[in-house]
T-cell receptor, first 113, second 112 residues
Framework: KAGVTQTPRYLIKTRGQQVTLSCSPI?????VSWYQQTPGQGLQFLFE???????NKGNFPGRFSGRQFSNSRSEMNVSTLELGDSALYLC????????????FGQGTRLTVV | DAKTTQPPSMDCAEGRAANLPCNHS???????VYWYRQIHSQGPQYIIH???NNETNKMASLIITEDRKSSTLILPHATLRDTAVYYC?????????????FGKGTKLSVKP
């Protein structure tokens, strides 16, 4: 079956702009999570959605937001982009809210100039 | 903060076993130990997880000490494709795996 799909793969934006990233989870998975990866901070949890509800949120400013649709697809939005938002944004999906593995997408590489 | 401590880097000869240690001295009774790896420029990949018994699957074996304060991931016959950053993560039972706290991980270099 198809894996986690993230679009676009690469993106270049200018400071002050906003950006929307998309994630399609594996069919049947209801949990979708987002992570930011930078060389300095490593992999950091952004937020998790389960059945269209945000269940957990990491320590990021309010400029970072997300949502999940009824088909479990998810989007994350970053407003008023800063140079420090340049990162690899990873989406992960898992089957349910029991102890199962997470499947990660290839990520979206965002560069803010 | 991550609940685990791992060496920043390790080398392994191709074909030999790679033993990656992880310290999780503050682990609580209902928390599992998970291992993921990230090959350069790809998303992390699940390897294995366990609670207190040793576990084995097609990719690796997980050895957890009796006091559960540390564990070792074993790749029995490392190949060049196993070169990656390996993350040891402690996560509570019932967790959706949707809120993983990654540490710095161990960069494993498999050499010919």
């Amino acid at each position: 079956k198809a894996g986690v799909t993230q679009t676009p793969r690469y993106l270049i934006k200018t400071r002050g702009q906003q950006v929307t990233l998309s994630c399609s989870p594996i069919s049947g998975h209801r949990s979708v999570s987002w992570y930011q990866q930078t060389p300095g901070q490593g992999l950091q949890f952004l937020f998790e959605y389960f059945s269209e509800t945000q269940r957990n949120k990491g320590n990021f400013p309010g400029r970072f937001s997300g949502r999940q649709f009824s088909n479990s697809r998810s989007e994350m939005n970053v407003s008023t982009l800063e140079l420090g938002d340049s990162a690899l944004y990873l989406c992960a999906s898992s089957f349910s809210d029991v102890n199962t593995e997470a499947f990660f997408g290839q990520g979206t590489r965002l560069t803010v100039v | 903060d991550a609940k685990t401590t791992q060496p920043p880097s390790m080398d392994c000869a191709e074909g030999r076993a790679a033993n990656l240690p992880c310290n999780h001295s503050t682990i609580s009774g209902n928390e599992y130990v998970y291992w993921y790896r990230q090959i350069h420029s790809q998303g992390p990949q699940y390897i294995i997880h366990g609670l207190k018994n040793n576990e084995t699957n097609k990719m690796a074996s997980l050895i957890i000490t009796e006091d559960r304060k540390s564990s070792t991931l074993i790749l029995p016959h490392a190949t060049l494709r196993d070169t990656a950053v390996y993350y040891c993560i402690v996560d509570g039972y019932g967790g959706s795996q949707g809120n993983l706290i990654f540490g710095k991980g161990t960069k494993l270099s498999v050499k010919p």
